[in-house]
């Protein structure tokens, strides 16, 4: 009897007939388009280690967590009214809890008053720039932020005048303004041109959770520093005392001396001035 050949067995023990299973027993054979399918749904994951779902078109869409969490990836413009004026502003990202901010403020208001006899007309001008960190401790909205007034262009001037045979007073000392020459002059009070800040506050202009719209409140102050103030007064003074006695301010070294205390009763008048207090309320876009 001869030996089966070889190769008809294996045909068939790879024939149905050969291959059925057990009663029962169901198996599954291995997909591996489908493994590569699940691998390829976690294949791009956000920095904190989250999975990132693919679109449509097969790219990886950002997750809320990673927006605005790298330096410069996004721009926010926004407006504010505040006690250093009308203001424009502009943020962007340097990390996850740290923004860079800067703006300007603008406001100008004129009013006339009389203090020691003599007659103000007065223009109080509101012109700044700004700079500063936003930083978010808690990752939330709410921020301290150190910074700098860069240019402090905040001032008070006006033009002085006293009527003819109106009096006066001069560091507590009484005069007469000539009704021929009758006294005039100018002040003003000035501060720092640069002044550092400090101010806390709620609202990020780049919302870390993807939101494109904010409204921040800023609470602080800026120290610009001890005031500068300045009167310069010409014309001619009488002496209620002696009738008939008069002087020009330019050659009567009294009155120079007079004014020059006057001055600084100003200054010291406005010393409060040089913590500024800083309140705002504003409304800001991301991009």
């Not at 009013?111 to 223009?123: A, E, Q, V």
């Not at 003074?237 to 006057?262: H, K, L, M, R």
Request: aromatic share 10%; net charge negative.
């Amino acid at each position: 009897m001869r030996a089966f050949p070889l190769m008809p067995l294996l045909l068939l023990s790879l024939s149905p007939a050969f291959s059925q299973q057990p009663a029962g027993l169901v198996t599954t054979p291995l997909d591996f388009s489908s493994s590569l399918k699940v691998t390829g749904a976690f294949a791009n994951l956000s920095p904190d280690g989250a999975a990132i779902p693919a679109n449509g078109s097969g790219h990886a869409t950002a997750s809320a967590a990673s927006v605005h969490s790298t330096p410069f990836t996004g721009l926010a413009l926004g407006v504010k009214v505040g006690l250093l004026g009308i203001g424009v502003e502009a943020a962007t990202p340097l990390a996850g809890h740290l923004n860079l901010r800067g703006g300007a403020n603008f406001f100008s208001y004129t009013d006339s008053l009389t203090s020691d006899g003599i007659h103000y007309d007065g223009n109080l001008r509101f012109r700044s720039a700004e700079a500063g960190l936003d930083w978010f401790p808690f990752a939330g909205g709410f921020h301290i932020s150190p910074g700098a007034l860069l240019y402090n262009g905040n001032q008070i001037t006006g033009n002085a005048a006293v009527p003819g045979g109106d009096s006066f007073t001069l560091n507590n000392v009484t005069y007469i303004s000539s009704t021929t020459d009758p006294v005039m002059g100018t002040g003003s009070v000035k501060f720092n041109k640069a002044a550092p800040k400090l101010t806390a506050g709620f609202g990020n202009m780049l919302p870390r959770s993807g939101r494109h719209f904010s409204m921040p409140l800023e609470v602080g102050f800026a120290y610009e520093g001890d005031p500068k103030a300045a009167l310069n007064l010409a014309g001619t003074v009488c002496y209620p005392d002696t009738p008939g006695a008069c002087e020009t301010i330019a050659s009567d070294p009294a009155v120079q001396a007079n004014i020059a205390a006057q001055q600084q009763k100003i200054a010291n008048d406005a010393s409060p001035a040089r913590f500024y207090p800083i309140l705002s309320l504003g409304f800001a876009v991301s991009f």
